[in-house]
């Protein structure tokens, strides 16, 4: 049976940022093909014989942070195989 991403999610912060449990994101989700205008730090964690994948972005919603806390999460077509996570603190251009 497949894991939600919204599951995977909520697992990945409850085990190592529980902190951030009760705080609220932006979700943005798409499926994206491999192609070289892909980032690298995307692209490497991606198993090399792919050509799409499900692209989930969690953006801390927090008006008061300049900086906000962005989670992506790597997944196969069925949101089954989660290929990674990984969070990071950086600016967020909104557009």
Known sequence: MCSKDIDLFQHFINEYYP???HDEWLVDKKVLRISSKLPSFI??????????????????????????????????????VPYAIEMIQEEVVYH
């Open 43 to 80: 692209k490497d964690k991606l198993p090399k014989d792919i050509e799409s994948f499900v692209f989930v972005l969690f953006i801390q919603k927090n008006s008061n942070k300049q900086n906000p806390i962005v989670i992506y999460l790597l997944l196969d077509h069925q949101e089954c």
């Open 19 to 21: 902190a951030l449990r």
